[in-house]
């Protein structure tokens, strides 16, 4: 079943652990198809979350971050590598869920230089496109939890609260 825009629709501490072990299907323009299972997600909650973009309220970049639902947010990490979001909640309320890491891709630039995912990407619905969906089919691995990766900036407690979810490597 692809995953539709109510899937995204509800706050993103429920949508983070529920899209791990999912997958993402890139249809190439070939007509080939790329397929990757969802091991490891991270959650950014809000302007009051010093790890989320939207930290500093709106921008030109953050913007996306406020709209609706479903959409998905590329930016430029370190401006090399592109990294994929997807926006999750109410509009006006800015959340979303990087996809961290897929099944033999352990790295969010990885996943989205084999899914060949770049900026022309952003501001896009992941639901309803042509070349791009995520789906479910059904497999439910047992989830762990763990700090977010390389956000030391955002002070200690932002740093240690356990919004990072991880497939249990048994399961996958």
Not at 46 to 71: F, N, P, V, W
Not at 121 to 143: L, S
Request: aromatic share 10%; glycine share 12%; charged share 30%.
């Amino acid at each position: 079943m692809i995953l539709t825009e109510e899937f995204f629709h509800r706050d993103v501490l429920e949508v983070a652990p529920e899209l791990v072990g999912k997958v993402i299907v890139r249809r190439l323009p070939d007509g080939s198809e790329l397929r990757v299972r969802i091991t490891e997600t991270e959650a950014y909650r809000g302007e009051e979350d010093k790890a989320c973009h939207a930290a500093k309220g709106r921008t030109k970049r953050t913007e996306l971050l406020y709209g609706r639902s479903g959409q998905i947010y590329v930016y430029l990490c370190y401006g090399i590598h592109w990294l994929m979001n997807v926006i999750t909640g109410e509009e006006g309320q800015p959340q979303g869920i990087l996809i961290r890491c897929g099944e033999g891709l352990n790295g969010p630039a990885k996943l989205t230089k084999y899914l060949k995912i770049d900026g022309s990407f952003n501001n896009t619905p992941v639901c309803g496109r042509d070349d791009i969906c995520i789906e479910d089919d059904g497999f439910r691995p047992v989830i762990k939890t763990a700090p977010r990766v390389g956000i030391d900036y955002a002070g200690e407690y932002w740093k240690d609260i356990e919004w990072r979810f991880i497939a249990d490597r048994g399961d996958i």
